[in-house]
């Protein structure tokens, strides 16, 4: 039979969707998280910028240091009062804290209806469902052994530089640091599942990998017979479409002539190493149980910079550790001063529950870790500044990845340094994910601006 457009036909609604909002506190590797995340809530979700504006909030925590914990509560007591207005909003607490902390946080926020770990993000959206067919607060914090079906090739909208994580977990158990704890022992992730993520990619545009791991250079250590993270750089290299990488953090102990060779000689692979020292003093570092010595840490800057001497060499610094002197900060501030470091990112000592460090008398005050920070910060301010304006009427190539934050009429990149470089002049050719050649016209604070030359 026929019939015509004006018959009445049923009509198949499309389920509206929900509204969520994420909030990330911490490193890269929670960054990462945040985005495998929203996609794979992304079927019956769209994500928005406020949490006044959802219907789900999920918060991914971290607790390295004490200030994000406490930032959790915070801003848990804010979705509370929002969940006043808005009885139906539910609440999910993610990332280190909660694999740490577990059901005492529901104990301590009522209001919060899920719980999940480091090792369960493809459990979320059950967890949800549980908790709307009416089933009491969820928690979901079981360790698992391998990897967990994850959506891959995804990344923020601006698809130039993208996170890429190869293992998972740490071995090292410094004496301050939580995360063998909330994340487990290191396991390495599959080259095979890596290098498919880093092609989807870029496939989708992204021309920068970053690489992520507790500690990177430790990678594949785990398999038999073992790969080396040397090994894995050269595969990642090998992909056309990959025109710069970087990676987040190696750990000295685990460096050999190896890395430094290919890190130096490599061109995809970009001239900036975050490299943590955390002390300057030889007794505190093996408080910490770091594993490796000053002279061990220079020596390795020095054989790359013999090599590569534009290279940016960043860091991180604990002022404050149990029982350190002032004499003792003071080596901390010598390494500084020798190593010329791009920048630095000191912090306090903070105890961490269930750490060594956490048991030691802490004979430094707070007026004294204080004055010590402040101290570390204005002398890396200085440096960062000479360090900007070496730049300056020299020429060099920059990813573009974006617009400029000082005006939206301009693009904005970044050096191999990992430096940002606005541009002052329009160039409506180009678009994100271009190389171009710029001149240094002038530094800023934290950044530099530039001049276009050419695109290479």
């Known amino acids: 039979m026929n019939t015509s457009l004006n018959d009445k036909q049923p009509l198949v609604e499309t389920p509206k969707k929900g509204r969520v909002f994420i909030r990330t506190f911490g490193c890269q590797m929670n960054q990462y998280d945040s985005l495998k995340l929203a996609k794979i809530l992304e079927p019956k979700y769209n994500t928005v910028d406020r949490p006044e504006d959802a219907d789900l909030v999920v918060i991914n925590t971290c607790s390295v240091r004490g200030k994000p914990e406490q930032k959790l509560y915070s801003l848990l007591g804010e979705v509370q009062e929002i969940k006043k207005i808005n009885p139906n909003l539910m609440i999910g607490v993610g990332g280190c804290v909660a694999q740490q902390e577990g059901e005492n946080i529901i104990k301590r926020s009522r209001d919060v209806d899920f719980v999940f770990g480091t090792h369960n993000l493809s459990l979320v959206p059950s967890l949800v469902k549980l908790r709307k067919e009416g089933a009491g607060p969820q928690v979901a914090v079981n360790y698992r052994d391998e990897w967990e079906e994850l959506p891959l090739g995804f990344t923020e909208e601006n698809r130039t530089s993208a996170f890429v994580s190869i293992s998972r977990g740490c071995n090292k158990n410094c004496s301050y640091c939580i995360v063998p704890t909330t994340r487990g022992p290191e396991v390495s992730r599959s ?216 005006d939206a009429r301009y693009l904005k990149g970044r050096t191999p340094q990992n430096i940002v470089v606005n541009l002052t002049d329009i160039a409506p050719t180009l678009s994100t994910g271009d190389i171009v050649k710029v001149k240094i016209t002038e530094a800023a604070k934290f950044t530099l601006k530039g001049q276009l030359l050419g695109m290479s």
């Not at 960043?314 to 791009?342: A, H, S, W, Y």
């Not at 750490?355 to 030691?360: H, L, V």
């Open 191 to 406: 080259p095979d599942e890596i290098l498919r993520e880093i092609k989807l990619l870029t496939h989708r545009g992204a021309r920068e990998i970053m690489l992520l791991g507790q500690t990177v250079n430790s990678y594949g250590l785990d398999f038999n017979p073992r790969r080396s993270f040397v090994w894995l750089l050269e595969q990642v290299a090998d992909i056309k479409e990959v025109k710069r990488i970087r990676f987040i953090s190696p750990h000295p102990q685990e460096i050999r002539d190896d890395f430094i060779d290919l890190v130096c000689s490599n061109p995809k692979i970009a001239h900036h190493i975050h490299m943590p020292l955390q002390s300057g003093n030889d007794r505190i570092l093996k408080l910490m149980n770091r594993n490796y010595r000053r002279e061990r840490y220079l020596s390795i800057i020095e054989a790359i910079k013999t090599r590569v001497p534009d290279m940016a060499v960043t860091t991180d610094i604990i002022v404050g550790f149990p029982g350190e002197t002032e004499d003792e900060f003071n080596d901390t501030l010598d390494i500084v001063k020798r190593v010329q470091f791009d920048g630095s990112f000191p912090y306090i000592f903070s105890p961490r529950p269930g750490t060594k460090a956490a048991e030691m008398e802490d004979l430094v005050t707070q007026n004294e870790k204080l004055a010590r920070i402040y101290k570390l910060i204005e002398l890396q301010d200085q440096i960062t500044k000479e360090r900007l304006a070496y730049w300056v009427n020299r020429e060099i190539e920059i990813l573009i990845d974006g617009t400029s934050a000082l």
